[in-house]
């Protein structure tokens, strides 16, 4: 299990969530009510899932992709610790890792 710590974009504490070893991070954050829309569903065609994450849990996590870093070009408040977050699984050696939401995020789904 990996504990996951929801930050807003000012990076106040939201709430935790726990996810599964192998389970996407997008999963994890809609459960939990963050305001991630996934509108293309895990396939890499928009930014709507654009998280930002503590530096340390960027470090660890594996090097984004092309295609993916490509996406980010598109999401708004982007930063250098940006991550598509349909795109990182949990588990592995991270036990818990820190997101926050970016500035700006709107949830379209509801």
Same mark, same amino acid.
């Given at each position: 299990?990996?504990?996951?710590?929801? =930050?807003?974009?000012? $990076?106040?504490? @939201?709430?935790? !969530?726990?996810?599964?070893?192998?389970?996407?991070? =997008?999963?994890?954050?809609?459960?939990?009510?963050?305001?991630?829309? $996934?509108?293309? #569903?895990?396939?890499?065609?928009?930014?709507?899932?654009?998280?930002? =994450?503590? &530096?340390?849990?960027?470090? !660890? @996590? &594996?090097?984004? /992709?092309?295609?993916? #870093?490509?996406? =980010?070009?598109?999401? /708004?408040?982007?930063?250098?610790? /940006?991550?598509?977050?349909?795109?990182?699984?949990?588990?592995?050696?991270?036990? #818990?890792?820190?997101?926050?939401?970016?500035?700006?995020?709107?949830?379209? /789904? $509801?």
């Amino acid at each position: 299990m990996t504990i996951v710590h929801f =930050l807003d974009p000012q $990076g106040r504490h @939201l709430r935790d !969530a726990e996810g599964r070893d192998g389970e996407r991070l =997008l999963d994890v954050a809609q459960v939990a009510g963050m305001p991630l829309e $996934g509108t293309c #569903e895990g396939q890499m065609a928009c930014s709507t899932c654009h998280v930002i =994450l503590a &530096p340390a849990d960027f470090a !660890a @996590l &594996p090097k984004a /992709s092309e295609e993916e #870093e490509d996406m =980010l070009d598109f999401a /708004s408040h982007a930063t250098r610790h /940006s991550r598509l977050a349909c795109q990182i699984r949990l588990g592995g050696t991270l036990t #818990e890792i820190t997101v926050r939401m970016p500035g700006g995020v709107h949830d379209m /789904s $509801g």
